[in-house]
Nanobody, 121 residues
Framework: EVQLVESGGGLVQAGGSLRLSCAAS????????IAWFRQAPGKEREGVSC????????YYPDSVKGRFTISSDNAKTTMYLQMNNRKPGDTAVYYC??????????????WGKGTLVTVSS
């Protein structure tokens, strides 16, 4: 069974750091674009990072650029989202996702169930 499971969410103070993990089972990320999304209360889901498998290029929106970093382990079974200098506006449920087409910006084939991150001011 293909599955993505996030972990690492919790409460963090503004300015602090947190790293989210996303473990894959049933497949590896070798040919997949991997990404993190978030959805804040009352807002639409937005992408916050992505790595394309075709050329390794990364994408970050301006709201997190310079603060968030996406990566994966050498085995291509776990992806990470390092979040530094957290802001209260970063409070959201964070989801990991993977897309077999290998490029960022399209739909995603697989999704995790999400992990809540709360940033206190």
């Amino acid at each position: 069974e293909v599955q993505l499971v996030e972990s690492g969410g919790g409460l963090v103070q503004a300015g602090g750091s947190l790293r989210l993990s996303c473990a894959a089972s049933g497949f590896t990320f070798d040919d997949y674009a991997i990404a993190w999304f978030r959805q804040a209360p009352g807002k639409e889901r937005e992408g916050v990072s992505c790595i394309s498998s075709s050329d390794g290029s990364t994408y970050y929106p301006d709201s997190v650029k310079g603060r968030f970093t996406i990566s994966s382990d050498n085995a291509k079974t776990t992806m990470y989202l390092q979040m530094n200098n957290r802001k209260p506006g970063d409070t959201a449920v964070y989801y990991c996702a993977a897309d077999l087409r290998g490029v960022c910006g399209g739909g995603m084939d697989y999704w995790g169930k999400g992990t809540l991150v709360t940033v206190s001011s």
